[in-house]
């Protein structure tokens, strides 16, 4: 094993992202697909830092930190709004959630 | 004289004002009066206007009201002009109008819509007067319309009827056609002459006097001509538009006597001798005037013979007695036409209201084969009615004798190639209106009463109806007295100044073509021969000597007498038997007794086809192509929206693969296309 280079933490950005898109696409239960969404944004930071590191500048690093507190904060409105649902049809499941279509 | 000429309309407008928006609650039965003041007040101030007009030979008077349409060159004013022809006109319309009016009052006094009768009686006398004094066509033409319009609210008065409506429509429709005639004549007459206005140097008249120097052509001539005449066939009830006035009996009948007799049905004939300088710039166009007058004459004059129907014989009479008029027109006796336009208006105006006394007498029975002995029970109807039919048969010395003779003599002295044949055709006809005049004297006033004296007691009218009658039964003996002696009586002379513009204004045109001659002498030449031979041609009133118009006096007379002996023949003593002759004749009689089917040829021809046509456009044009492609659209959108609503499924993950997709799409474009990642 060489040199740790900015492909493999690319590499494992987009594994996570695809993890958590899959997450999204697959789960039926709104906790569940919100963690894989924070799973995605996390993949994200993951590669905004590695260029940050290999463009020698801090910007990506600036970035993250603006993107982890918006996170913090999108989380605590998304789990407020899951736990109101949750309140109210007594289920987290997505494909029972259909008031607004019909 | 000329301030006060205002008050004519004003007056009964001012009534119809007054009678439609208060008569129902406020003055109630009142109107009938303020009507009949106001007409009064009308024929007071045409009277006086009259009396200053025959002051002097060539008075003229005139009052400008308002411009009513200011555009340009294009100037419309309501201007009332009164010369010696709208005088006469004008105290025909306000005389009998007047007695009209009182007649109503009393025929009227029972009816349920009385106030409404006497706020529609004002407004059409409002229109007619300013039909008379308009000074352009195209108020005439719009007074024009408002009769019509009056006409067709007074056919169908009793509008519960269903046959009131359908008459009245039919009159309505039956003179649009008409009058699109006329609505052309006037849009040839302003783009040819670029004026609408009658008078004065730069007027249809004088313009019309010396179009071949303007370069107007004698086609477009005889284009306004029998444009401006189609519309006078539609007014007037002239073939082939006269199959309205028939069936506007339905109307009360002091509005068959007002409208539909004496006034308004002449407003063609006045038209026509309004505009003569346009007519004698044309030969042709007086030809087709005199053909239809002498045809109509004599086709209503078969149909009366063989109507039962008391109001339909004198409706027909009237088409008949118009046509007298406007061939009269057509051979340039232009003064004969009006004087039996005068003399027409009282003595048919007096048959109607007869008529009118006798249904009242009869609860409502037209139907001659059903009266009978009438003369017993209502001597004053009798007396005048059978003074109106003297007049109406030509008998000597009643009014119609002295204006029909001069309407055929005329004819007969005219230089027009038709006047002879006219001339004959107007000699049978007054036999044929002796014979069915007197059909309807004997079978409704003598013999014995054909109806059941138990169940109906025929009464004399009351005095608001009788006196009328007595009133109008005095012109309709002795007005023909103003036009004695033939062709040289005082109506003659009044009327002269009217008719004798002709020539003065030709000598107008050479003048103002002799302007011209300096810039282009060549063409102006042949211009200055083409007026003088229009001038030449020109059909002027010729005096005949009184040796034909003895002849013609005594020949008609004999017809007259004849006519009335062979009803009397008929009708009384039974010599010569109706059915008998019906039988013998039976094509002709068919003929007759089915107005020469001219009704069905129009339903056929004209109307049923217009009806299939217009069936068409709403069944196939308007429901299946327009309808069909507006809601083909509406579906074709709603078919797609309906396929492409299952898109939406409610399911997050499906928006999330979409979501996904397009951002695998869009990458995948980038990286193929743009990104030099992979090459």
Redesign the interface.
């Known amino acids: 094993m060489g040199h740790l280079g900015v492909e493999h933490y690319l590499f494992l950005s987009a594994i996570l992202f695809i993890i958590g898109?899959m997450g999204?696409?697959?789960r039926?239960n709104l906790l569940i697909?919100f963690m894989c969404v924070e799973l995605m944004m996390t993949a994200v930071n993951i590669s905004l830092v590695a260029f940050g590191t290999a463009t020698d500048t801090l910007n990506g690093q600036a970035f993250v930190v603006f993107t982890v507190a918006v996170a913090a904060a999108e989380a605590a409105v998304g789990l407020g709004i899951i736990l109101a649902l949750s309140r109210r049809g007594k289920t987290v499941d997505?494909?029972d959630?259909?008031s607004?279509?019909? | 004289m000329e301030h006060y000429l205002f008050l004519i309309p004003l007056l009964p407008l001012v009534a119809f004002v007054i009678n439609l928006l208060l008569g129902r609650w406020v003055v109630k039965h009142a109107s009938a009066y303020i009507a009949q003041v106001a007409m009064f007040g009308s024929w007071v101030v045409s009277v006086l206007v009259f009396f200053d007009i025959r002051g002097s030979s060539d008075k003229v008077l005139e009052q400008h009201l308002f411009t009513w349409i200011p555009s340009g060159t294009f100037n419309v004013p309501v201007t009332l002009h009164v010369d010696q022809l709208a005088s006469i006109m004008l105290l025909v319309v306000t005389t009998v109008s007047t007695l009209v009016f009182v007649y109503s009052k009393g025929y009227m006094a029972h009816d349920g819509g009385f106030y409404r009768f006497f706020a529609y009686l004002p407004l059409f006398a409002f229109s007619m007067l300013m039909l008379v004094l308009a000074n352009n066509l195209l108020l005439l033409y719009v007074f024009w319309e408002a009769v019509g319009l009056c006409s067709y609210l007074l056919i169908g008065f009793w509008f519960r009827r269903r046959s009131a409506n359908e008459a009245a429509v039919k009159a309505f429709v039956v003179n649009r056609v008409g009058d699109v005639g006329f609505g052309l004549g006037i849009m040839l007459t302003f783009w040819t002459f670029g004026t609408v206005d009658f008078y004065g140097p730069d007027g249809i008249f004088a313009k019309a006097a010396n179009h071949a120097a303007l370069g107007v052509s004698g086609g477009t001539m005889t284009a306004i001509a029998l444009l401006l005449f189609l519309g006078a066939c539609g007014k007037s009830a002239q073939f082939p538009l006269h199959v309205w006035l028939p069936d506007a009996m339905e109307g009360p009948t002091p509005v068959s006597a007002l409208i539909h007799a004496a006034t308004m049905v002449t407003a063609g004939v006045y038209m026509v001798a309004r505009t003569h300088p346009i007519y004698l710039q044309s030969e042709s166009a007086l030809v087709v005037v005199a053909l239809i007058g002498a045809f109509t004459s004599f086709l209503a004059a078969t149909i009366a013979l063989v109507q039962y129907d008391l109001k339909k014989v004198i409706a027909y009479s009237t088409i008949s007695q118009l046509g007298y008029m406007v061939f009269a027109l057509g051979t340039g006796a232009w003064v004969a036409a009006i004087f039996h336009l005068m003399t027409h208006a009282f003595f048919k105006g007096l048959l109607f209201l007869g008529a009118g006394s006798v249904m009242h007498g009869m609860h409502d029975e037209l139907d001659m084969r059903k009266m009978g002995g009438l003369r017993k029970f209502m001597p004053i109807t009798f007396w005048t009615f059978l003074i109106a039919s003297f007049a109406n048969a030509g008998l000597i010395p009643f009014a119609g004798f002295w204006s029909k003779d001069e309407a055929i003599v005329g004819a007969w002295a005219s230089a027009s190639s038709v006047g002879k044949l006219a001339a004959v055709v107007g000699l049978i006809t007054a036999f044929l209106t002796a014979l069915y005049m007197f059909r309807c004297v004997f079978m409704t006033f003598f013999k014995a009463p054909r109806f059941n004296p138990e169940a109906i007691h025929p009464h004399e009218s009351g005095a608001w109806m009788a006196v009328p009658l007595v009133i109008l039964a005095v012109p309709a003996a002795l007005i023909g007295f103003i036009g004695f002696p033939p062709e040289n009586g005082p109506f003659q002379h009044f009327l002269e100044p009217v008719f004798e513009q002709a020539p003065a204004q030709t000598t107008h045109a050479n003048e103002q073509a002799s302007l011209y001659t300096i810039q282009e002498p060549a063409t102006t030449r042949t211009a200055i021969a083409a007026a003088q031979a229009a001038t030449a041609t020109e059909t002027h009133e010729t005096h005949v000597s009184t040796a034909t118009t003895v002849t013609f006096g005594i020949i008609s007379t004999i017809i007259a007498v004849s006519g009335i002996f062979v009803a009397y023949l008929t009708y009384i003593t039974g010599t010569i038997s109706a059915t008998a002759i019906g039988a013998r004749f039976a094509p002709l009689y068919q003929l007759f007794v089915n107005k020469w089917y001219l009704d069905e040829i129009y339903h056929n021809y004209i109307t049923m086809p217009f009806y299939n046509f217009a069936m068409f456009l709403w069944r196939i044009v308007d429901v299946k192509i327009i309808d069909g492609t507006v809601n083909g659209v509406a579906a074709l959108i709603g078919a797609i929206s309906q396929r492409m609503r299952t898109v939406?499924?409610?399911?997050?993950?499906n928006y999330?693969?979409g979501i996904?997709l397009g951002m695998v799409i869009i990458v995948g474009i980038y990286l193929a296309g743009f990104s030099t990642l992979f090459r």
Do not use: P, S
């Open positions: 898109l999204v696409l697959v039926r697909i997505v494909d959630m259909h607004l279509r019909d | 939406q499924t409610g399911l997050l993950a999330a693969l996904a």
